[in-house]
């Protein structure tokens, strides 16, 4: 079991995630790296600049070469990593975290998150003697200061400009006082978009909205978008990988919606792969059903996401339920500029309310079971045979997946940092999805008796 790295790297309020343990960690992280190489970057939270030291006097101390970025998104960082050829990067931003948290999320030489499982070698390094750099060996740290031009023209090489210069949409961009500031007004307006700005300066206090892109932080997103009589609004997180949209009349669109559209354009462009996490909703099933794609399912979190790409051939399209979407051509990691580029051309052909009909309708429902730490996986494997035995379709890649038919399923998953179980259902009515997690969510507590 990991002590410290999560799902995606290390998180924490400062008495969990203080300077002792960034220093740490970061000396086994440039360990684990060869001590090559390493890109370090943060966002504008408060605690941010205190981190980066204690990683950049880590990754020192074991020999590392040291690229300090700056502050900027996570994708941007993600992207440097790759284009330098770097050994590993990290990343202090706590993405959709409220701002008194902050976090460590590390990638390897490719831009691929390092998992729990992946991370756990980094903790064992940790418990090791991990010996000084010999003083010949310390280098000055290189400061890269065109990190956030770089990532925009890659965008922009990459998007179809010809065809958004001359719709001209007119886009809302709710940049939430975070790193999308850097990055998406400039690029949108490089696109030949007419650009309007929320929350557009940087401020670690996150004074215009909380930073996760939800429907109920949006609410200011969504007025303006109809005020303005824009033909888009798009939010992002934090650290600017997950992106969420709000179409021409104001719908917010929850973010495997926005996947889905992301999955179905790549595959309308070309046939292959879509790899997305067990717990992403139907509609991304019946889009690659419709448009040819095969769908190939991953374990809850990013860094699995990227993983599964890398060891299959000819993905399109990947991204997870929270509105994480990747683009291949951009790279592994999940990049919400690259992202809404893509449906800002989208939205030249048709209104996003039009694309959006395109898609089946689900409903879902879902609840918490609190539960003892030492039970869940035993839990777990009961669920599984309660669904066998009933003859369902089970999957047991993160928690256990029940399909029971073409429109209905339900997934049980432990947390991985509480003591409870999330139950999930999804059909094509409330009262279905309700039913069928009212029905889980009852094995779990029959299980656990
Ligand atoms: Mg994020």
């Given at each position: 079991?990991a002590?410290?790295?999560?799902t995606n790297?290390?998180?924490g309020?400062?008495?969990k995630l203080?300077?002792?343990l960034?220093?740490g960690?970061?000396r086994?992280?440039?360990?684990?790296c060869?001590n090559?190489?390493?890109?370090?970057?943060?966002?504008?939270?408060?605690?941010g600049e205190?981190?980066?030291?204690a990683?950049v006097?880590?990754l020192l101390?074991?020999?590392?070469?040291?690229?300090?970025?700056?502050?900027?998104?996570?994708?941007?960082l993600?992207?440097?990593a790759?284009?330098?050829?770097?050994?590993?990067?990290?990343?202090?931003?706590?993405?959709?975290?409220?701002?008194?948290w902050?976090a460590?999320?590390?990638?390897?030489?490719?831009?691929v998150?390092?998992?729990k499982e992946r991370?756990?070698e980094?903790?064992?390094?940790?418990?090791?003697?991990?010996?000084y750099a010999?003083w010949?060996k310390?280098r000055?740290?290189?400061e890269?200061?065109?990190?956030?031009e770089?990532?925009?023209?890659?965008?922009?090489e990459?998007a179809?400009i010809?065809?958004?210069?001359?719709?001209?949409?007119?886009?809302?961009?709710?940049?939430?006082?975070?790193?999308?500031?850097?990055?998406?007004p400039?690029?949108y307006?490089r696109?030949?978009c007419?650009?309007v700005?929320l929350?557009g300066?940087?401020?670690?206090r996150?004074?215009?909205?909380?930073?996760?892109p939800t429907?109920k932080n949006l609410?200011?997103?969504?007025?303006?978008?109809v005020?303005?009589?824009a033909?888009?609004?798009?939010?992002?997180?934090?650290?600017g990988d997950?992106?969420?949209?709000?179409?021409?009349?104001?719908?917010?669109?929850?973010?495997?919606?926005?996947?889905a559209?992301?999955?179905m354009?790549?595959?309308?462009?070309?046939?292959?792969?879509?790899?997305?996490?067990v717990?992403?909703s139907n509609?991304?099933?019946d889009?690659?059903e419709k448009?040819?794609g095969?769908?190939?399912y991953t374990?809850?979190?990013a860094p699995y996401?990227?993983?599964?790409?890398?060891k299959?051939?000819?993905?399109?399209?990947?991204?997870?339920?929270?509105?994480?979407?990747?683009w291949?051509?951009?790279?592994m990691?999940?990049?919400g500029f690259?992202a809404g580029a893509?449906?800002?051309?989208?939205?030249?052909?048709r209104?996003?309310?039009e694309?959006?009909q395109?898609l089946?309708?689900y409903?879902?429902a879902?609840t918490?079971?609190?539960?003892k730490?030492?039970?869940?996986?035993?839990?777990?494997?009961?669920i599984?045979?309660?669904?066998?035995?009933?003859?369902l379709?089970?999957?047991?890649?993160?928690?256990?997946?029940?399909?029971f038919?073409?429109?209905?399923w339900a997934i049980?998953?432990?947390?991985g940092?509480?003591n409870?179980?999330?139950?999930?259902?999804?059909?094509?009515?409330m009262e279905?999805?309700?039913?069928r997690m009212?029905?889980?969510?009852?094995?779990?507590?029959?299980?656990?008796e």
């Amino acid at each position: 079991m990991a002590k410290y790295f999560g799902t995606n790297g290390i998180r924490g309020t400062i008495d969990k995630l203080g300077p002792e343990l960034a220093l740490g960690v970061s000396r086994a992280f440039g360990e684990w790296c060869g001590n090559g190489k390493v890109v370090v970057g943060r966002d504008m939270r408060l605690t941010g600049e205190m981190l980066r030291d204690a990683v950049v006097s880590g990754l020192l101390s074991v020999g590392c070469e040291v690229v300090d970025l700056g502050i900027v998104s996570s994708p941007t960082l993600e992207f440097i990593a790759d284009k330098l050829g770097a050994d590993g990067g990290v990343i202090v931003t706590a993405s959709h975290n409220p701002p008194e948290w902050n976090a460590l999320k590390f990638v390897d030489g490719k831009g691929v998150a390092v998992s729990k499982e992946r991370g756990e070698e980094v903790e064992r390094l940790m418990e090791s003697e991990i010996e000084y750099a010999n003083w010949e060996k310390f280098r000055p740290v290189q400061e890269y200061k065109g990190a956030n031009e770089a990532h925009i023209e890659r965008v922009l090489e990459l998007a179809n400009i010809g065809k958004v210069k001359e719709k001209k949409p007119k886009v809302v961009l709710d940049c939430g006082n975070a790193t999308a500031c850097l990055v998406a007004p400039e690029l949108y307006r490089r696109m030949g978009c007419k650009v309007v700005v929320l929350n557009g300066e940087m401020d670690g206090r996150f004074p215009g909205r909380p930073s996760e892109p939800t429907e109920k932080n949006l609410g200011e997103l969504k007025k303006r978008v109809v005020g303005e009589e824009a033909d888009l609004g798009i939010a992002w997180d934090g650290d600017g990988d997950r992106v969420v949209f709000v179409d021409e009349r104001g719908e917010w669109i929850v973010g495997d919606r926005g996947f889905a559209l992301s999955a179905m354009l790549a595959l309308m462009e070309g046939k292959g792969k879509v790899v997305t996490t067990v717990a992403t909703s139907n509609v991304v099933k019946d889009v690659c059903e419709k448009f040819g794609g095969e769908l190939v399912y991953t374990k809850v979190g990013a860094p699995y996401i990227s993983e599964v790409m890398q060891k299959e051939g000819n993905v399109v399209s990947a991204g997870e339920e929270v509105g994480g979407i990747v683009w291949p051509e951009m790279g592994m990691a999940k990049d919400g500029f690259m992202a809404g580029a893509k449906i800002v051309e989208a939205v030249c052909e048709r209104k996003m309310s039009e694309w959006m009909q395109e898609l089946p309708e689900y409903y879902n429902a879902k609840t918490k079971i609190e539960c003892k730490e030492g039970d869940k996986e035993k839990v777990l494997e009961e669920i599984g045979k309660v669904a066998r035995e009933k003859k369902l379709e089970v999957n047991t890649l993160d928690g256990v997946r029940i399909d029971f038919n073409d429109e209905e399923w339900a997934i049980v998953r432990a947390s991985g940092t509480e003591n409870y179980f999330r139950v999930f259902a999804e059909a094509k009515s409330m009262e279905k999805a309700e039913k069928r997690m009212d029905e889980w969510a009852g094995y779990v507590r029959e299980v656990m008796e």
